[in-house]
């Protein structure tokens, strides 16, 4: 899993999450690659949480996809492939375990942003569910914490480190927890195009990966 925060408006989305790649018993730090994908030529950006496999499939398969035009295109498609690369992964490692991609995009002809979520969480198969509007969503939620929508980076900043300590406490009581690392990269999506930005470096990001790096 991995820390993701969406601010989604009638014509623009901004979407941030950490880089921390985790295996095995899921504490243990394996890699840093970004969770949010810019997907330039359909001007689109897709995010994942959960096996990182099935959405690196899916990812694959649109950018060398060209008969795909706009996000509606790749809606159509998308939970038939979803589950077969999740098919794939399983075959190849014995369990997918659970994945959650968001897409989001503007339909050709449109300036109105619309939303795309497909999970296999809680059951799910993949179903396509739309969403058009103003909404912030931020995964893991607070658990033991109220948190007011943050408007300004620092305060989105803030969070992130609220949710990265709630997070260590329930791994420290032997719960299931996300672990949070790394960078905070953040993409912001407009009709005009697709600018992306680091907001910030955790301060353990060099002893992390001390296996690795």
């Known amino acids: 899993m991995s820390l993701l925060m969406v601010f989604q408006w009638e014509d623009w989305v901004e979407l941030a999450a950490d880089t921390l790649v985790v295996r095995g018993d899921e504490d243990t730090p394996a890699m ?28 694959a398969f ?40 968001y897409l989001y995009g503007f339909p050709i002809g449109s300036d109105h942003l619309v939303s ?15 969403f058009h509007g103003n909404r912030f969503m931020v995964k893991p939620g607070p658990q033991t ?3 007011d929508i943050p ?13 990265r300590e709630e997070q260590q406490r329930f791994r420290e009581q032997g719960e299931k927890a996300v672990a949070i690392g790394g960078e905070l990269l953040a993409f912001r999506l407009e009709r005009s195009g ?7 470096r955790f301060p353990d990001y060099d002893e992390s990966l001390p296996s690795y790096l």
């Open 151 to 163: 408007y300004e980076i620092e305060e989105r900043i803030a969070l992130a480190y609220c949710l």
């Open 32 to 59: 840093y690659y970004p969770k949010v994908y810019p997907i330039p030529h359909l001007n689109m950006v897709m995010a994942a949480t959960g096996t990182a496999e099935v959405a690196a499939a899916l990812l």
């Open 116 to 130: 795309y979520t497909y999970t296999s969480m809680r059951g799910g198969d993949f179903e396509s569910e739309r």
């Open 145 to 147: 914490f109220t948190a």
């Open 62 to 101: 649109i950018v060398n996809n060209s008969d795909l035009r706009d996000i509606g295109d790749v809606d159509n498609i998308a939970p038939e492939k979803l589950r077969d690369f999740r098919a794939q992964v399983t075959e190849e490692y014995g369990d997918a375990e659970t994945s959650t991609i």
């Open 194 to 200: 697709i600018s992306s930005s680091i907001w910030h």
